[in-house]
């Protein structure tokens, strides 16, 4: 996933992203408490906000977004993400520097996908 998202940024000449490992544990978190409590949003019963659920796993950051895609493989996921321009945007952020990424198996979709981008 990580090599798509580069991909599309790099098309456009932007920097890719780089891996920021806590962010990643922090979107291992949310796609697996979508698949724990049965919903599929941005805002979390357990975290709240995206944002409110960085700050609170300690991620320092100016800028920050997040997107989700519920699907079989990262392929089809990656697609559905371009497709849709708010995460399009997402992606394509030049104000994003860093990424974390959660993939979990067991939803009704198949994985759920989420992506944490921030700007440090």
Do not use: W
């Amino acid at each position: 996933m990580l090599r798509l998202v580069n991909a599309e940024r790099s098309k456009r000449g932007l920097e890719p992203l780089k891996v920021d490992l806590e962010l990643c544990e922090v979107a291992r978190n949310k796609s697996q408490d979508m698949i724990d409590n049965n919903y599929f949003s941005h805002y979390s019963p357990t975290y709240g906000s995206p944002f409110e659920m960085m700050r609170n796993f300690g991620i320092k950051y100016i800028y920050a977004g997040e997107n989700i895609a519920g699907n079989p493989s990262v392929k089809a996921a990656h697609t559905s993400l371009m497709n849709s321009e708010g995460h399009k945007k997402n992606i394509l952020n030049s104000n994003f520097t860093h990424i974390g990424i959660g993939i979990k198996e067991g939803s009704k979709y198949g994985k759920i996908f989420t992506q944490m981008f921030v700007g440090k």
